[in-house]
């Protein structure tokens, strides 16, 4: 899959991974959309990766996974 074909689904609370990143689930890198809420400091929603032990951090989407075609839905 192409990011372009995974972002509706990320939008709708799924999870992404690539297969060059390789490692799957359950502690593998993944990334979703977080929602913020009323509470959060950030007021639109973002990517967020989780890496191989789980630790959630933002993501910035590069050109190398922009133009990807080893996307997965997990």
Do not use: C
Not at 6 to 16: D, M, S, W
Not at 17 to 36: D, H, K, L, N, S
Request: proline residues 7%; charged residues 20%.
């Amino acid at each position: 899959m192409t990011f372009e074909e995974v972002l509706p689904q990320l939008r709708t609370g799924a999870r992404a991974t690539r297969g060059a990143w390789g490692v799957w689930e359950p502690f593998g890198r993944w990334i979703a959309i977080m929602q913020p809420t009323e509470s959060d400091s950030m007021q639109q929603p973002f990517l967020y990766k989780a890496d191989g032990e789980g630790k959630l951090t933002p993501w910035a989407l590069t050109n190398e996974s922009l133009f990807a075609d080893d996307w997965a839905i997990i």
